[in-house]
């Protein structure tokens, strides 16, 4: 069973930027499509960001495109997620899981981490 530990969040003003990783264990992730989530205060998870597992295409929701960008390195079994011009909207915590990618992103592993706490200030 694949372990997911998300890191990298943290307390921003808008404006700046952070790096977020999420590391497998237990297992590779290598052959899976990877993808990034997001759970704003109050509301459910949502889908954010996918990769292919190459690494070769990525994919974002509308309200994340060219803010976002996702990556991973396969040797380190490891996905990313540079977050640039964070907006308090961006507030949220911010999870990885491997996806569905050719039809509704939706997680592949029914564990999920423990996420990384993302809080933009105005």
């Known amino acids: 069973q694949v372990q997911l530990v998300e890191s990298g969040g943290g ?3 808008a404006g700046e930027s952070l ?4 590391v497998a264990s237990g297992g590779s992730i290598r052959n899976y499509p990877m993808g990034w989530f997001r759970q704003p205060p109050g509301k459910q998870r ?4 996918a990769i292919s597992w190459s690494g070769g295409s990525t994919y974002y929701e509308d309200s994340v ?5 996702i990556s991973r390195d396969n040797d380190k079994n490891t996905v990313y997620l540079q977050i640039n011009s964070l ?3 961006d507030t949220a915590v911010y999870y990885c899981n491997a996806v569905h990618l050719y039809t509704d992103y939706s997680p592949v592993f029914d564990d999920w981490g423990q996420g990384t706490q993302v809080t933009v200030s105005s």
């Open 65 to 69: 495109q060219g803010r976002f960008t």
């Open 87 to 89: 907006k308090p909207e």
């Open 19 to 22: 790096q977020l990783s999420c």
């Open 11 to 13: 307390s921003v003003q």
């Open 46 to 49: 949502e889908w954010i960001a």
